[in-house]
C-alpha cells in the first residue's frame, strides 16, 4: 500500500528549481536596476547640457578674464545659470591654479549613486591650444564614485557617464 503525499526527491526537486527561478529573477532584477540607474543619470546629464547650450546660445561661449574679476564673472554666470537656464543649483567647487578651467557641483542634486554631478568648464581665450576654449564637460562619476576625468581624451570614460556641450 502506497503513502500518498512526496517523496524526499520531489521535494528536493522542486526546491532546486524555484532556487534556480529565485536566482535568475535576482540576476535579471539587479540588471534592470543597473540599467535604470544609467538612464536616469543620462536624463539629467541631458537636462544640465541643454541649460548650459541655452545659455550658449544667449551669452556665447563662457570664457572669464584671467585677471582679479575671475571671481566676480564666474559668480555672475553661476547666477545666471541657476536662475534662467538649470532645472538644478550649481555651486563652485574648484578653480584650476592658472584659471583656465573651473569645476562646478550640483548644490543639491546627485546622481542615481549619491555624488555630485560635475561641470567642468574650460575658461580660458584659448592662447595654449591644449583644449577648447569654452568646452564644458558634465559628467557622473558612476558607480564607483571615482572620476576618469583625466582618461577622457583618450576615449576612456570608465564606469563615469559623461555629456559634452562643444563652445558655439
Known amino acids: 500500500m502506497r503513502k ?16 534556480i527561478l529565485f536566482a535568475a529573477g535576482i540576476v535579471t ?8 540607474q544609467t538612464d536616469t543619470a543620462e536624463t539629467e546629464l541631458r537636462d544640465i547640457s541643454g541649460g548650459i547650450s541655452n545659455y550658449l546660445i544667449d551669452y556665447g561661449n563662457i570664457i572669464l578674464p584671467n585677471d582679479t574679476n575671475f571671481e566676480t564673472a564666474l559668480n555672475e554666470t553661476i547666477d545666471t545659470l541657476n536662475k534662467q537656464y538649470l532645472n538644478y543649483e550649481i555651486e563652485k567647487s574648484d578653480i584650476a ?3 583656465k578651467s573651473v569645476r562646478l557641483v550640483t548644490r543639491h542634486k546627485t546622481d542615481p549613486w549619491k555624488n555630485k554631478y560635475n561641470l567642468y568648464i574650460y575658461t580660458y581665450n584659448g592662447d595654449d591650444k591644449t583644449s577648447i576654449p569654452g568646452l564644458v564637460i558634465i559628467s557622473s562619476n558612476g558607480v564607483d564614485g ?15 557617464i559623461a555629456a559634452v556641450v562643444e563652445p558655439k
Open 4 to 19: 500518498k503525499g512526496f517523496t524526499l526527491i520531489e521535494i528536493m526537486t522542486v526546491m532546486l528549481v524555484v532556487g
Open 97 to 99: 591654479a592658472d584659471k
Open 146 to 160: 571615482v572620476s576618469s576625468k583625466a582618461t577622457y581624451k583618450d576615449g576612456n570614460y570608465g564606469d563615469d
Open 29 to 36: 532584477y539587479s540588471t534592470v536596476w543597473r540599467n535604470h
